[in-house]
């Protein structure tokens, strides 16, 4: 797909007024001027009519205030096909040569779609170890200027690319990441329609260069059927030549929670000194995307250029921090109803998965840095005898890595506990409310058989054929029908009894009592 054509330039679309920006522009991580927030104003908002307009999605898009941008997906005006571009043809060439699973992916580039709200914040750690963020993107002409430049990044050991977007990618940002980074085709399969079309094997799976989170967020503290939203995050990590990485992060979707990053990690140790106050911040909705920016400056950033997996485990932060509201609220929410409210049953498997994951460091096809305390064991040279109190000093960083995993590996395993823990209390409560159903309905049974019980009883008394009652001789007595009904009963207990006797006599080879049958017999 080609790129289109730029729309006519208008004093509104020259230079966007800026907007109230999100938490990630309330400071930036290397303390620097703060870009303004842009829009990308090539679009028109779609109009809806009719009974689209009154549909679920359309009122959940428009008026959701955790979206700071509910468009859809858009057509761009004055769109033309002008055939495929390089990427584009590179994935076309692979079905064609043989991969199914990337039929989707070539159909859905094709496509004329971009998200109206889409931002990606670019982010860098440098040689001297420090953050430096760039001006915000809002369009793929954008992404392809700036990706023009990528290749030279002196002094750049890490280049972070965050993509926020509603929903699936736009295809002219796969375009332009796939073709510019050289990107395995299958993770943007992957971003948009899961494994379940890509069909990777668990070795496959394990050893790409890429993964996906699933995160399930609260809609107004609700569990109930619409109160949650589902979304992918996914990482693909680019190994350079000289040991520098590229990581691309997709949101997808512009949801926001009242969370501030502090909450995940330790505060500053006390002391008697006293120190100035933090800066302080207001309790307002913040996307993921602008969390995970503000977490950058708590995270040891030498430790960041050795292992991707450190770099990106504050998405794995906050994805047990939503996993452990969603449970609360669902626990609080059954308590409230006094039985279940209506969510998700999947819990445990994304848990799960997310589990597998931080087990595997991420993936097992990322680097993973050497600990200086495995290398304590081996004879130590001239050299690094003279700087062992440098690599006592480094120690500590090399190590944060495993250590991160340890701790989130316990995180998850108490999440994991929790869910199973939950579904196992709704399956208790869900047998104890069938009994209590049961019990209603034998309870409303009986009720029906003593009411009416008397008056079967008359009806059967008065409806009988006997002389006392129609005055004619030829019809029986009142005393006959009582000894008929008398005859039959001792008659049925005599053969109840006799049948148990024989049973005794065959499996135990002896001779019940008179007691023992005649007990079986009245059901004793």
Partial sequence: MATPAPAPASPDSASPSPTPADDDEASSPNNAPVPTLGINTRFVPPEYKGL??????????????????????QPWPGWEPRGREPYHEYVHNLVLGGW?????????????????GLVISV???????????????????????FLADAPNRDGVKVRLFLAEQQGDLAAGVMEAFGAALELDPRFFQWNLRGNSRLLLSPAQRHRAPFTTVTFEVLRGNRVERGGTERFRVSVYVKMGRKGEWTGIILFNSHSQISLHVETLVAPPLYTPTPSPPPPATTNKLHSFRA????????????????????????????????????IDSTRRADAAANGFATTSVSQVEDIRKTADIIGRGGSLGWPTPVSSATSSHRPKSQHESEHEDENERETDIDSLPEETKAILTEN?????????????????????RQQRRDARTTALTNAFTFLFAPLSLISGIYGMNISQISGSPSNPSAWQPVV??????????????????LVVLRRYERRAGWGEVLGFAVGR
Avoid at 300 to 312: E, G
Avoid at 484 to 501: E, F, R
């Fill in 484 to 501: 008929a009904v008398a005859v039959l009963n001792v008659g049925i207990l005599v053969l109840l009894a006799l049948g148990n006797w």
């Fill in 412 to 432: 998850f395993a108490h999440l994991l506990s929790q869910a199973n823990l939950l579904w196992e209390t709704r399956q208790k409560m869900s047998a104890v």
């Fill in 123 to 145: 982010v860098d750690i440098t040689s001297a170890y420090a953050l430096q963020r760039h001006e915000d993107i809002h369009d793929v002409s954008a992404l392809k200027s």
């Fill in 291 to 326: 969390l995970y920016l503000t977490s950058l400056p708590h995270l040891s950033l030498r430790t960041c250029t050795l292992s991707p997996f450190y770099a990106i485990h504050p998405l794995f932060l906050l994805n047990g921090y939503c996993w452990n509201q969603l």
């Fill in 52 to 73: 689209k307009k009154l549909s679920r999605r359309h009122r959940t898009a428009t008026s959701n205030s955790h979206h700071q941008h509910p468009l859809p997906l």
């Fill in 100 to 116: 199914d699973n990337l039929a989707e992916l070539d159909n859905y580039m094709g496509q004329d779609l971009e998200d109206a």
